[in-house]
Nanobody, 125 residues
Framework: QVQLVESGGGSVQAGGSLRLSCAAS????????MAWFRQAPGDEREGVVT???????TYADPVKGRFAVSRDTAKNTLYLQMDSLKPEDTAVYYC???????????????????WGQGTQVAVSS
């Protein structure tokens, strides 16, 4: 049984930082395509970053240079370091995974079968 549990969300001012965590069980963050998505009120869920078994990453344009994904294989945990946060980053952030080693063709939420419950990030101006 796959479980993904996010934590680390909160409220920050613009320019601040947060680090999100996604503790995984039943799926190996090292050997599977993992991702972070976000969803703002009234918007569709959008991809933030994917990372494959080789550590290759693909970031969405709005977060390039500000967000960084990483993983701790010993803890089987995925992270998202978010710096220089902007009000438009406000959303519920979700950890996602799928049982493939690569992330080819996996930019959409529909490409992922496993999801966490989400963690709220609010950035004020």
């Amino acid at each position: 049984q796959v479980q993904l549990v996010e934590s680390g969300g909160g409220s920050v001012q613009a320019g601040g930082s947060l680090r999100l965590s996604c503790a995984a069980s039943g799926i190996q963050v090292r050997w599977n395509c993992m991702a972070w998505f976000r969803q703002a009120p009234g918007d569709e869920r959008e991809g933030v970053v994917t990372i494959d078994y080789q550590g290759r990453t693909t970031y969405a344009d709005p977060v390039k240079g500000r967000f960084a994904v990483s993983r701790d294989t010993a803890k089987n945990t995925l992270y998202l370091q978010m710096d220089s946060l902007k009000p438009e980053d406000t959303a519920v952030y979700y950890c996602a995974g799928r049982l493939t080693v690569n992330c080819l063709g996996s930019g959409r939420a529909a490409d992922f079968g496993y999801w966490g419950q989400g963690t709220q990030v609010a950035v004020s101006s």
